[in-house]
């Protein structure tokens, strides 16, 4: 069997111009390219993550999903945010990889992992 390699994720969303605000302001990724009120792709380390406007594909996937970011500390990630944005959160404990959740503007679940 050929081996698969990621290469990206694409989430869908109502309110596109919010989506975008966050990805870029928020968590502070770089835009790789757009279509204003289609979609806007960012550029990550091991690959994109697209934002699209919700109705704009004829072969939609469910709305469930995870998005997973490495930072090199969790505390200090967290308090940049703002902890009105934490959801739940696992400092690290007993060797464990500390992780925190927060969600983007249409509630998908972002998890921030501590890097060890």
């Known amino acids: 069997m050929q081996k698969i390699h990621f290469a990206g994720v694409e989430l869908y ?33 091991a690959g994109f993550i697209c934002v699209e406007r919700k109705g704009s594909e004829s072969y939609p996937s469910q709305d469930k999903a995870v998005l997973f970011f490495e930072v090199e500390d969790l505390a200090a990630a967290l308090k940049s945010l703002g902890a009105e944005r934490v959801v739940h959160s696992s400092l690290r404990d007993n060797g464990r990889t500390g992780w925190a959740v927060i969600h983007d503007p249409e509630g998908h679940n972002i998890l921030l992992l501590e890097k060890r």
């Open 13 to 45: 969303f109502e309110d596109l111009p919010r989506a975008r605000a966050f990805y870029k302001d928020v968590l502070g990724l770089e835009i790789a390219d757009e279509t204003p009120g289609h979609y806007a792709k960012f550029d990550g380390d």
